[in-house]
């Protein structure tokens, strides 16, 4: 409406004041700043970056003014169209009793201005006085129709965000109803089968069992204890309260290098990108499960390498054993297995590869970043 109205002001108002006479010196100056200054003032009594009234007012009540100003050399000029821009411009933006009271002054330097010279001059201000009320009604109803559409638009998107909100809260009750399900299974197995294995091991001890035998009880009872360990993760990460990601993986390194008793070499190239948590949590256990099977299947004398590789568009990540025997391999899978992580990379829109490299075995995972930080955007 700005620009419109500028347009309006300095075209149509001021054309009509040419078309009345021949304008010079004095009279033209005057003129030409009138229009000048009513262009200003609609533009800041309507621009969008200006809330502030009291600067909003005074700037529609000096663009009614102008109006007035142009009509008085002329009482049938064109100035009175300034006059109702400023009348509609204030029943637009300002508070209903502010915009009434503003506008009083502005029909009556309209009035005024028209009468002064008019053959009935009572018939002139009644005219003007009913236009201008109008005018202002008519504004008016469209201001208040434009706050009502404001107002169901807000209440639409917080409808959206309050059932957003509670599908929130459903989805997270559930998951810890499961979690504690989860919880109480795994915590008694888990326990028992730690307990059963340490028993286990003490009478291997002490009946001068085979050290072969002795060594398989003591990893086996190892594996239930990281077993706990890591279902306790999941539990958590099923309750939203903590879910592993890229950050935990030099602990995850650490932790299986000690457990499996194989050297680890853990190497991160190029500078990392954000990803969604669901995606790192893919990748988490993606090298954990390739740890495990390495734990499973290597044997003694392997060598493991974690490589992160990030690229503007991809993160790769490996997980290459060497060197193993494929003997005396004690721990147990966490069950997740090739099809799982194939799966979860899927669901990101990455892909698993796996299979032999020379004397050993290599995982490869590769997750889109682009792909992930579009998801997480949408």
Same mark, same amino acid.
């Given at each position: ?10 075209? &149509?108002?001021? $054309? =009509?004041?040419? @078309?009345?006479?021949? +304008? /010079?010196?004095? #009279?033209?100056? %005057? *003129?030409?700043? !009138? ?43 064109? &100035?009175?169209? $300034? =006059?109702?821009? @400023?009348?509609?411009? +204030? /029943?637009?933006? #300002?508070?209903? %009793? *502010?915009?009434? !009271? ?277």
């Amino acid at each position: 409406m700005v620009p419109v109205g500028v347009v309006i002001i300095l075209i &149509g108002v001021g $054309a =009509g004041a040419l @078309a009345e006479g021949p +304008l /010079a010196g004095v #009279v033209l100056a %005057i *003129t030409v700043g !009138l229009l000048v200054l009513a262009a200003a003032c609609w533009a800041v009594g309507l621009s969008g970056r200006i809330r502030d009234l009291r600067v909003v007012v005074p700037a529609l009540i000096v663009l009614g003014l102008c109006g007035a100003a142009l009509d008085w050399p002329q009482s049938d000029g064109p &100035g009175f169209l $300034a =006059g109702y821009m @400023a009348l509609a411009g +204030l /029943a637009l933006r #300002v508070p209903r %009793i *502010t915009a009434l !009271l503003a506008g009083v002054p502005i029909v009556a330097a309209i009035a005024i201005s028209d009468a002064h010279e008019a053959e009935n001059p009572a018939g002139t201000v009644l005219s003007v006085a009913l236009g201008c009320g109008f005018l202002f009604v008519t504004s008016a109803l469209v201001a208040v129709s434009q706050d009502a559409h404001q107002r169901a638009e807000a209440m639409l998107a917080q409808e959206a965000a309050i059932r957003e909100a509670r599908e929130q809260t459903a989805a997270l009750a559930e998951r810890s109803r499961l979690a504690r399900e989860l919880h109480d299974v795994l915590a008694h197995c888990l326990s028992s089968l730690s307990l059963q294995l340490e028993g286990a091991r003490l009478r291997a001890s002490q009946t001068g069992a085979d050290a072969m035998l002795f060594d398989q009880i003591s990893s086996a009872r190892q594996a239930a204890c990281d077993g706990m360990v890591s279902a306790q993760r999941a539990v958590q990460a099923l309750r939203g309260d903590d879910i592993p990601g890229l950050a935990r993986l030099p602990r995850l390194v650490t932790d299986s290098a000690l457990s499996m008793r194989i050297p680890i070499d853990f190497r991160v190239d190029g500078e990392p990108w954000p990803l969604r948590p669901e995606a790192e949590l893919a990748a988490y256990r993606t090298v954990q499960e390739a740890l495990t099977n390495v734990a499973k299947h290597a044997g003694r004398g392997a060598r493991v390498r974690v490589g992160l590789s990030w690229a503007p568009d991809c993160l790769d990540i490996s997980v290459a054993d060497s060197g193993g025997d494929g003997a005396d391999a004690g721990l147990v899978s966490t069950g997740l297995g090739l099809t799982s992580m194939a799966e979860r990379a899927a669901l990101h829109g990455g892909q698993l590869t796996a299979g032999p490299a020379g004397d050993g075995f290599t995982v490869r995972l590769r997750l889109p970043i682009g792909g992930t930080a579009r998801v997480a955007g949408s």
